[in-house]
């Protein structure tokens, strides 16, 4: 299967319409060619600044103008962070993602502090992932000299659906910062949610815009979307397994060396559900009870389920140490000390 940036529409809906089992086979052949099928990627996601985004996107909890559960939090000591990273590292997790619900990133000591934050977290060998917003070309490189590994942004939806979920920001606006993101050479972190309203063409045209960007994203999260009481959203009808699995499968075809991650949504599925998401070529997960303000599954019922399973987790970097590629990894304790 070579790797493709052309897709057509086309040969897209072929794909993603043909039979069920049919597209899963598809999908796992295509998974095994690039993946060991018996190992996972597990990452852990933390909310270093929860609440008040100036943003409208409907799905969100973090929505200043919606009425929610949340609670305005200001960003996070340095130290938590880097308690809950050492948490993560011995629950089995080889990524640490970052999330602040900021609109874009600013020129400003919170910044500097998620720089140093990202120094800390690399220092423990893990892979970081920081998703801040939008960001500059010069902002994305100075998270690049401090050791971050990949930039989360994801695009949701297909850019015709787009408008319906959100105002405050164009489809433009995020593509733009993909491409600053690619400009510093860090990974590209960008997938979209499910179960919005959407139609089946426009998850259709989501994976489209995803596997034609200049080079795949090295990670697409699939998120089902969790109703939050407050939002637009929050009387919508998630996706079925069977929609989720589709799209899942789908994405691996068209991005085969992608990690194709089961993210928000996982709570809601069961053993059954997930190891098919598994074989339809999901090769990374989200640990932990908490995706930023939304429920998850804990870190002991993944490691049963990979105990059922007999899957592995994958470790830190290992891609770029089988490529030989270069990696901004700080192999010291440097950055650990009290920061601010």
Known sequence: MEIRNNW?????????????????????????????????QISTLLSIKTGGCPE????????????????????????????????????????FCMGAAWREVR??????????????????????????????????????????????????????YYDDVISTRTYDDRLETLGNVRKAKLSVCSGGIIGMGESAADRIG??????NLPEHPGSVPVNNLVPVE????????????????????????????????????????????QAFCFMAGANSIFSGDVLLTT??????????LFQILNIKPKEAFKDEKNSGIEFNQIPSAQGLEHKH
């Open 295 to 304: 429920p998850n599954p804990d870190a002991k019922s993944d490691k049963e």
């Open 8 to 40: 057509t529409r086309e040969e897209v809906e072929k794909i993603f319409n043909q039979p069920f089992l049919d597209l899963v086979y598809q999908a796992a052949t295509v998974h095994r060619a690039y993946h060991d099928p018996n190992e996972v």
């Open 56 to 95: 409208d996107c409907s799905y969100c909890s973090q929505a200043a103008r919606y009425h929610t559960n949340v609670k305005v939090q200001k960003l996070l000591p340095y130290e938590e962070v880097i308690q809950a990273a050492v948490r993560a590292k011995d629950n089995g997790s080889s990524r």
């Open 230 to 273: 407050g939002t637009p959203f929050e009387n919508q009808q998630t996706a079925s397994v069977w929609d989720l699995v589709r799209v899942i499968a789908t994405a691996r075809i068209m991005m085969p060396k992608s990690a194709v991650r089961l993210s928000a949504g996982r709570l809601e599925l069961n053993y059954e559900g």
């Open 206 to 211: 989501m994976l489209l815009t995803l596997a």
């Open 107 to 160: 020129d400003n000591k919170d910044f500097d502090r998620v720089l140093d934050m990202v120094k800390g977290v690399n220092s423990l060998g893990m892979e970081v992932c920081c998703t801040l917003g939008m960001l500059s070309e010069d902002q994305a490189q100075k998270l690049k000299d401090a050791g971050l590994y990949a930039y989360n942004h994801n695009i949701d939806t297909s850019e015709e």
